[in-house]
T-cell receptor, first 118, second 114 residues
């Protein structure tokens, strides 16, 4: 079974500063994808950034970037120039392809509640 | 517009009653998932399905049932056997085996037992 661990239940950051959210995962499969999702108070899940495991290069999306350390099974999210609208729950997730079984499983961490302080 | 739709947004159920939550997607995705989210908690997997007429239990399947008669639809039934059903329920779907794969979510259903 795959697991995703987020060790920081809550974090806060000053507006315009940088913050890093941690995530580790555990899978024995070679084909998988990693995601960070944002859940604002509306509770709609919004994709922040995606990383494909076979790609060495770290993904970036504007102010959001990841540090993907495949050997260490670590996938942290860095938010630069934090904005008030970044206040939300952030979930790390892995989508793992189980070769031979033709199945994929999507597993989430418990989330990190991020507060951006004016 | 393509997307995933959950209904209703709010649902109230009396104790001892079964209730069904709807999830429909027009994204042509093979995989669909149901998650439960409790206050301050992460998403816990209830059931998932990779293809029509096939589904697997997740971590907390007891007291729930699903069906997958059509690719587009994956309804979740919360049965009277679920002892603490009050929660927020999220449905998701994903394309598999292709580049740029990701999971798409519905807007969720808030179920309250009264």
């Amino acid at each position: 079974a795959q697991t995703v661990t987020q060790s920081q239940p809550e974090m806060s950051v000053q507006e315009a500063e940088t913050v890093t959210l941690s995530c580790t995962y555990d899978t024995s499969e070679s084909n998988y994808y990693l995601f960070w999702y944002k859940q604002p108070p509306s509770r709609q899940m919004i994709l922040v950034i995606r990383q494909e495991a076979y790609k060495q290069q770290n993904a970036t999306e504007n102010r959001f970037s990841v540090n993907f350390q495949k050997a260490a099974k670590s996938f942290s999210l860095k938010i630069s120039d934090s904005q008030l609208g970044d206040t939300a729950m952030y979930f790390c997730a892995s989508l793992t392809a189980y070769s031979g079984a033709g199945s994929y499983q999507l597993t989430f961490g418990k989330g990190t509640k991020l507060s951006v302080i004016p | 517009d393509g997307g995933i739709t959950q209904s209703p947004k709010y649902l109230f159920r009396k104790e001892g009653q079964n209730v069904t939550l709807s999830c429909e997607q027009n994204l042509n995705h093979d995989a669909m998932y149901w998650y439960r989210q409790d206050p301050g908690q992460g998403l816990r997997l209830i059931y998932y399905s990779q293809i029509v007429n096939d589904f697997q239990k997740g971590d907390i399947a007891e007291g729930y049932s699903v069906s997958r008669e059509k690719k587009e639809s994956f309804p979740l039934t919360v049965t009277s056997a679920q002892k603490n059903p009050t929660a927020f329920y999220l449905c998701a779907s994903s394309v598999t085996g292709r580049r740029n794969t990701e999971a798409f979510f519905g807007q969720g259903t808030r179920l309250t037992v009264v």
